[in-house]
């Protein structure tokens, strides 16, 4: 199975240079918990997540309405293609410790995957469920 045939298309997308405040507000709006960063012409800049809002933004007592998304957005990124096998994009987010991948093709953000939608996948549930269970397993090791 492709991954385009479980990927969210609906991407919800910020500039790096819009607020945090603004970033937040669309997570909770969308009930999404990351966000890919992109340029004016569409490419990816980088993801920011709800933690990366309360560890890098609010716990660091910074004004989210002042802080641009770039000064607290992940740049290291894993994405996949949209033909890419689930298989792999579980195996990457199993070794990556990532919740949400990128879909890219062109250079461009054209899906975002996550482990919910895996696990909505019945010919799914063992990699999903590996896969979470390794991004747990490490999250609460020493």
Same mark, same amino acid.
């Given at each position: ?12 997308? &910020?500039s +790096?240079?819009?607020? $945090?405040?603004? %970033?937040?507000? /669309?997570? @909770?709006?969308?009930? #999404?918990?990351? *966000? =890919? !960063? ?39 990124l894993?994405? &996949?293609? +949209?033909?890419d096998d $689930?298989?792999? %994009?579980t195996? /990457?987010? @199993?070794?990556?410790? #990532?919740?949400? *991948? =990128? !879909? ?38 020493p």
């Open positions: 199975m492709q991954v385009r045939e479980l990927m969210n298309q609906n991407v919800i997308s &910020i +790096p240079d819009e607020s $945090v405040s603004l %970033a937040a507000r /669309l997570i @909770s709006r969308h009930n #999404i918990g990351a *966000l =890919p !960063v992109c340029g004016d012409d569409g490419t990816l800049r980088g993801v920011v997540t709800d933690r990366d809002i309360v560890l890098r933004c609010i716990a660091a007592e910074e004004n989210p309405k002042d802080m641009p998304v770039r000064n607290i957005m992940s740049r290291s894993s994405v &996949i293609a +949209p033909e $689930v298989r792999a %994009a195996h /990457l987010m @199993s070794e990556k410790q #990532i919740r949400r *991948l =990128p !879909v890219v093709e062109r250079n461009k953000v054209v899906g975002m995957l996550s482990l919910g939608d895996l696990a909505k996948c019945n010919k799914c549930d063992m990699e999903a469920s590996k896969a979470l269970s390794e991004i747990s397993e490490n999250v609460h090791k």
